[in-house]
């Protein structure tokens, strides 16, 4: 008879998924002979709520990171045995793990199937929703943080008489109260915990590699994860001071900015609070001519290139982030860096850069750009291919005027050309090879 396949389920917020949950579930794995995880972040948790607004597409794509990236600690092949089931991602009623599991059984009737769970969350496993539906179809897996493999005392979930119980104390509780076989995962535990690494995690100095894989703390970093907002009232102060400082056309033009940015960083994945300040204050010098942005930038030590010395209305991407973090009292270093290529953009830029880079030349009030609507409609399918087509009309443009052009304009230029060109590549060599 052929042996019937054998799946882990291994649900969570992982908001974000750790080192830890890799170890656990490997350990399961190993232990119990199991040929398939299947990691299933949950999508709007009934009994956790998940902090810091993070989507749960981005928990998938973190989990992703986590199991596929090129940094992660799975080899080639284990990563064949790891699976992210979007199944409670793309629910659109509260997620209850009963319905998940019942679902996934139902519709696997030849595999088992065990579910992993953590002692922490198994200690409030009778306070979920019909817990007896899930012990009725899977095998519960249990792994302990703590370091003697349960038998220490802790506290239980609520309901029950005795405030603290060991695991097998507990396991023995909820074999009368909710039915099922639950078995202990053996390993040794991991101090890793998603809250601790959600509050130090933007911390300079974050030991990530301790934690995390570098592919997880590089998709953190890129969509601005669990930095705090910026509340309303500071945002909407910055915007009645520069309604007073901005010519009218240029203040609408910076509202436009704002709300398009706002729009991208819907579409993208990135703290909308973050984008419209960038897109706010992306242009907050403006108003000074080109003789005062010299001055500014010679009274504030900030560098002059030669061709800034020929054109210096452009160093307004200079001084703009300078006045943003003086006098607006920004601090957040990704929303400067924004400001300050906005006009030429730079190699690499990460992914807020390239929202305001876009958001500028887009914006509803822009009319005279050729071929804008394409490149409007491509901003929110290929961010990197608008970046690329908005430099390429840009240069058409400065060279038809006979206008001067920054060096970084077309560096930037040849980076985004390249990349374009390489993935067109990739993609086609993958074509030929399915
Ligand atoms: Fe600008
Ligand atoms: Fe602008």
């Known amino acids: 008879m052929e042996r019937r396949q054998r799946i882990g389920l291994f649900g969570g917020t992982f908001n974000p998924p750790h080192l830890g949950h890799l170890k656990m579930s490997k350990a399961a794995k190993d232990q119990f002979s199991l040929d398939e995880i299947w990691f299933i972040p949950s999508g709007?948790?009934?009994?956790?709520?998940?902090?810091?607004?993070?989507?749960?597409?981005?928990?998938?794509?973190?989990?992703?990171?986590?199991?596929?990236?090129?940094?992660?600690?799975?080899?080639?092949?284990?990563?064949?045995?790891?699976?992210?089931?979007?199944?409670?991602?793309?629910?659109?009623?509260?997620?209850?793990?009963?319905?998940?599991?019942?679902?996934?059984?139902?519709?696997?009737?030849?595999?088992?199937?065990?579910?992993?769970?953590?002692?922490?969350?198994?200690?409030?496993?009778?306070?979920?929703?019909?817990?007896?539906?899930?012990?009725?179809?899977?095998?519960?897996?249990?792994?302990?943080?703590?370091?003697?493999?349960?038998?220490?005392?802790?506290?239980?979930?609520?309901?029950?008489?005795?405030?603290?119980?060991?695991?097998?104390?507990?396991?023995?509780?909820?074999?009368?109260?909710?039915?099922?076989?639950?078995?202990?995962?053996?390993?040794?535990?991991?101090?890793?915990?998603?809250?601790?690494?959600?509050?130090?995690?933007?911390?300079?100095?974050?030991?990530?590699?301790?934690?995390?894989?570098?592919?997880?703390?590089?998709?953190?970093?890129?969509?601005?994860?669990?930095?705090?907002?910026?509340?309303?009232?500071?945002?909407?102060?910055?915007?009645?001071?520069?309604?007073?400082?901005?010519?009218?056309?240029?203040?609408?033009?910076?509202?436009?900015?704002?709300?398009?940015?706002?729009?991208?960083?819907?579409?993208?994945?990135?703290?909308?609070?973050?984008?419209?300040?960038?897109?706010?204050?992306?242009?907050c010098t403006k108003y000074l001519n080109d003789d005062e942005q010299l001055k500014y930038c010679k009274k504030n030590n900030i560098e002059i290139t030669d061709s800034e010395k020929k054109a210096p209305q452009i160093l307004h991407a200079k001084t703009g982030a300078f006045e943003a973090e003086k006098e607006y009292k920004v601090k957040d270093k990704d929303i400067l860096h924004a400001i300050n290529v906005h006009t030429t953009g730079a190699p690499g830029m990460n992914l807020l850069d390239k929202i305001l880079f876009t958001a500028d030349y887009i914006e509803a009030g822009r009319c005279e750009a050729p071929r804008l609507n394409d490149i409007r409609n491509t901003a929110f399918n290929d961010l990197d291919l608008a970046v690329t087509m908005i430099l390429s009309d840009t240069i058409n443009y400065l060279k038809e005027k006979d206008k001067s052009m920054d060096p970084r304009t077309f560096e930037t230029y040849e980076y985004y050309k390249n990349l374009i060109e390489q993935r067109e590549f990739a993609r086609r060599i993958l074509e030929l090879v399915n």
């Open 44 to 283: 709007t948790p009934p009994h956790k709520k998940v902090d810091n607004e993070v989507s749960a597409s981005d928990r998938a794509e973190m989990c992703r990171a986590l199991l596929y990236g090129e940094n992660g600690i799975l080899s080639e092949e284990e990563k064949e045995f790891y699976f992210v089931d979007d199944i409670e991602v793309r629910s659109i009623t509260p997620n209850y793990s009963y319905k998940t599991v019942s679902m996934i059984t139902s519709e696997n009737p030849d595999k088992d199937f065990f579910f992993i769970i953590g002692e922490d969350s198994l200690r409030y496993f009778h306070k979920w929703v019909k817990p007896e539906v899930i012990a009725e179809n899977v095998t519960i897996l249990v792994a302990s943080r703590n370091e003697s493999n349960g038998e220490k005392k802790v506290l239980t979930g609520d309901f029950i008489d005795r405030e603290e119980m060991t695991l097998p104390e507990m396991i023995d509780y909820l074999k009368e109260n909710v039915g099922g076989t639950y078995e202990v995962i053996k390993f040794d535990p991991v101090d890793i915990s998603s809250s601790e690494i959600r509050s130090t995690v933007t911390e300079p100095g974050f030991e990530a590699e301790k934690f995390i894989n570098d592919d997880v703390y590089q998709y953190i970093k890129e969509h601005g994860l669990y930095r705090e907002a910026y509340d309303n009232e500071y945002i909407e102060n910055i915007r009645k001071d520069l309604k007073d400082k901005l010519k009218s056309k240029r203040y609408l033009h910076t509202l436009g900015v704002m709300h398009t940015a706002s729009s991208l960083a819907m579409r993208y994945s990135y703290p909308v609070s973050h984008a419209v300040l960038a897109g706010l204050l992306h242009d």
